[in-house]
């Protein structure tokens, strides 16, 4: 595989249940896949755990995994089970040294960068995406957004 983009996704696991590659792994061996489907977990605390090798595509995003790294941030679901952007700052800064060192290594244009929401916008065709428009919440934020506030600060 040569990385060409970055999904970011959330396990959808309250803030209590701070899981990592291994229950990741057997929740995907459960539905018949071959390995965890990212290449990348980002605990609570901050540790990086290394999934699927980046040597094999991952199964992270239906139809667009050739290429394109799998981070998942633990967390992402309230204590009501709904979508929550409820990352520690610990996560955050992983994330974005754990971005820039891919981005730096394999080249990655900063518009390829993404969150596993974005491959499927405007669910109703208008051409507009608005925050009724979105399949997924998967991570609960905008990578974009985050990307420009990670820029702004620098």
Not at 23 to 28: E, F, G, Q, V
Not at 99 to 125: A, K, M, S
Request: glycine share 10%; proline share 3%.
């Amino acid at each position: 595989m040569k990385p060409q983009c970055i999904t970011v996704h959330c396990s959808a696991t309250i803030t209590a249940l701070d899981v990592g590659v291994s229950a990741i792994r057997d929740w995907h061996l459960d539905k018949g896949w071959s390995d965890i489907g990212y290449h990348f977990v980002i605990r609570r605390s901050g540790l990086v755990e290394k999934g699927r090798p980046l040597t094999r595509s991952g199964a992270h995003v239906k139809g667009h995994n050739k290429n394109n790294v799998g981070i998942c941030l633990v967390g992402g679901l309230g204590k009501d089970h709904k979508p929550e952007c409820n990352y520690t700052q610990e996560q955050f800064t992983a994330l974005r040294e754990l971005i820039t060192e891919l981005c730096g290594q394999y080249g990655i244009r900063r518009e390829n960068i993404v969150g596993h929401r974005d491959w499927f916008p405007d669910i109703n065709g208008d051409g507009v995406v608005d925050d009724e428009d979105w399949l997924k919440a998967c991570p609960c934020f905008d990578v974009q957004q985050m990307l420009n506030e990670w820029e702004s600060a620098a």
